[in-house]
């Protein structure tokens, strides 16, 4: 059982918050007390302004529409979601192709996509996605497209990628 024993505010800082994308004003803390035990943990105690729950409120405003260009909302809301995939990529205000199917045979909609997160997110669970992040060629093949985002697709071959790409101009 943890309980503190002395507090300590270092002042203020801010960090970015993994999950939620958001900045919150936090304190560290310093002296825990473990069994009998006094050790120097630094923990972080997040203040937060509103109990609500804030990355739920973000996801009921994304896939309002199908524009392939991400709003601020959906931007931020995908660079947390796939924070560990993304090596220094960043969604915003970029072009998207929603992509499904096993073989990503099937063009989704940016609508459907925000659906199933927030089906998956009702389960605490998460939607199976991927990226692939277009070469300045790729872009102008596409008509200007930035980013693959791939959901529920086991497998996607570089044969299939370029008829997506050439097909996405035509259709777009």
């Given at each position: 059982m943890f309980y503190v024993k002395n507090l300590f505010l270092f002042g203020r800082k801010f960090f970015r918050h993994r999950e939620v994308?958001?900045?919150?004003?936090?304190?560290?803390?310093?002296?825990?007390?473990?069994?009998?035990?006094?050790?120097?943990?630094?923990?972080?105690?997040?203040?937060?302004?509103?109990?609500?729950?804030?990355?739920?409120?973000?996801?009921?405003?994304?896939?309002?529409?199908?524009?392939p260009k991400l709003t601020q909302v959906e931007s931020e809301y995908l660079n947390a979601y796939l924070n560990e995939k993304l090596n220094g990529f960043d969604?915003?205000?970029?072009?998207?192709?929603?992509?499904?199917?096993?073989?990503?045979?099937?063009?989704?909609?940016?609508?459907?996509?925000?659906?199933?997160?927030?089906k998956w997110d009702e389960k605490n669970s998460k939607v199976a996605t991927g990226i692939d992040i277009l070469t300045n060629e790729q872009k102008s093949e596409s008509g200007g497209y930035d980013v693959i985002v791939t959901y529920w697709v086991k497998v996607l071959t570089e044969k299939r990628k370029n008829k997506i790409l050439i097909g996405i101009k035509a259709n777009r």
């Open positions: 994308g958001y900045f919150y004003e936090s304190y560290t803390l310093v002296t825990c007390k473990l069994k009998n035990r006094t050790y120097e943990k630094i923990g972080t105690l997040i203040l937060l302004l509103i109990s609500s729950n804030i990355f739920g409120q973000n996801l009921s405003e994304c896939g309002i529409d199908n524009n969604f915003k205000d970029k072009k998207v192709i929603f992509i499904t199917g096993n073989s990503g045979n099937r063009i989704g909609t940016k609508k459907e996509y925000f659906e199933h997160i927030k």
